[in-house]
């Protein structure tokens, strides 16, 4: 069974940061491209960052300079690090781990950003 299980969002005032991590299970970790997606409240979601299993990343323009992916094989964890949060980064984020059959989702976490 896979499971992709988030952690570390939470409120944080504007300019603050925060670090959020995916633990990934009953998959070859190694393998996939793992990534963040993130949904506001009446918007689609769009995708935040990725990194492939080759270590290669991209990110939207809204979050570069600010947000970081990184993953750790050895540990079956993404990371998503978060600087200088701005209101506007407020959101549910999910954690995606995609191969080259499935996509698998984990099920969100909350991020708040206060003005």
């Known amino acids: 069974q896979v499971q992709l299980v988030e952690s570390g969002g939470g409120l944080v005032q504007a300019g603050g940061s925060l670090r959020l991590s995916c633990a990934a299970s009953g998959i070859i970790f190694s393998i996939y491209t793992m990534g963040w997606y993130r949904q506001a409240p009446g918007k689609q979601r769009d995708l935040v960052a990725a990194?492939?299993?080759?270590?290669?990343?991209n990110s939207a323009d809204s979050v570069k300079g600010r947000f970081t992916i990184s993953r750790d094989n050895a540990k079956n964890t993404v990371y998503l690090q978060m600087n200088s949060l701005k209101p506007e980064d407020t959101a549910v984020y999910y954690c995606?781990?995609?191969?080259?059959?499935?996509?698998?989702w984990g099920q969100g976490t909350q991020v708040t950003v206060s003005s």
């Open positions: 990194i492939t299993s080759g270590g290669s990343t």
């Open positions: 995606y781990a995609r191969g080259s059959l499935y996509t698998y």
